[in-house]
C-alpha cells in the first residue's frame, strides 16, 4: 500500500478521490484526505456523497457527474451542487444543510478543502479547494480535508486554469465523472 495513504488511514482519516474530466477528456485524479479526526461530521458527510453510500428513495445521491460549476484562478475551484448544478443547491446526508462544526483549521494555503456555505450554519453538499492562502475565509468555512499528493495538485491546477465567463463558470466542462473511497 502506498505509504502516504497508509498513513492517513493510520490517523483514523479517511482519503476519497475525484476522477475529473475537462470538456469530456479525463484530466486525472485529485485524492483528498478528510480530517474525520478534527471535523468527523463534516468529513463524514462528504465521505457518503462521495462513495454513494446516501441515499434518497434507494437511489444514491452525490458528486458522481457533479460539475464544478465556478473556477477563481488564484483563489478556488467549487463545485459538490449536485442538486442544481449551478452552486445555488443544497443538500447533505444530515437533511438540507447542518451547522459548521468547527473552525480549527485555516486556509492557510493551496490544497485544501473546505466547506462552501450560505452563511453561517447552511453547510450542504457544496465544497472548494483552495489555489492559495484564502485566510479572509477562516472562521467563515470550516476546512475538513487536504489534496493528499502532487499528482492531484495538479489536477486542482488544471480545473483553475480552465477559461471561465461569466460568474465564473467554466467555458468547458469540469465534471467528477467517478468518486470514491481508497
Given at each position: 500500500m502506498d505509504p502516504v495513504l497508509q498513513e492517513v488511514l493510520d490517523r483514523g482519516n479517511y482519503v476519497v478521490f475525484f476522477d475529473v474530466s475537462i470538456?469530456?477528456?479525463?484530466?486525472?485524479r485529485i485524492k483528498?484526505?478528510?480530517?474525520a479526526d478534527l471535523c468527523p461530521q463534516t468529513a463524514e458527510n462528504f465521505r457518503q456523497l462521495c462513495t454513494g453510500e446516501y441515499r434518497r428513495n434507494t437511489l444514491p445521491v452525490g458528486y458522481r457527474g457533479c460539475p464544478f460549476h465556478r473556477v477563481v484562478k488564484g483563489f478556488v475551484i467549487q463545485g459538490g451542487d449536485f442538486e442544481r448544478g449551478d452552486g445555488t443547491g443544497r443538500a447533505c446526508i444530515y437533511g438540507t444543510s447542518f451547522p459548521d462544526e468547527n473552525f480549527i483549521l485555516k486556509h492557510r494555503g493551496a490544497g485544501l478543502l473546505s466547506m462552501a456555505n450560505s452563511g453561517p450554519n447552511t453547510n450542504g453538499c457544496q465544497f472548494f479547494i483552495t489555489c492559495a492562502k484564502c485566510d479572509w475565509l477562516d472562521g467563515k468555512h470550516v476546512v475538513f480535508g487536504k489534496v493528499l499528493d502532487d499528482e492531484s495538485m495538479l489536477v486542482v491546477r488544471k480545473i483553475e486554469n480552465v477559461p471561465v465567463g461569466q460568474g465564473d463558470k467554466p467555458k468547458l466542462t469540469v465534471t467528477i465523472d467517478q468518486c470514491g473511497e481508497l
Open positions: 470538456a469530456g477528456s479525463p484530466a486525472g483528498m484526505e478528510l480530517f
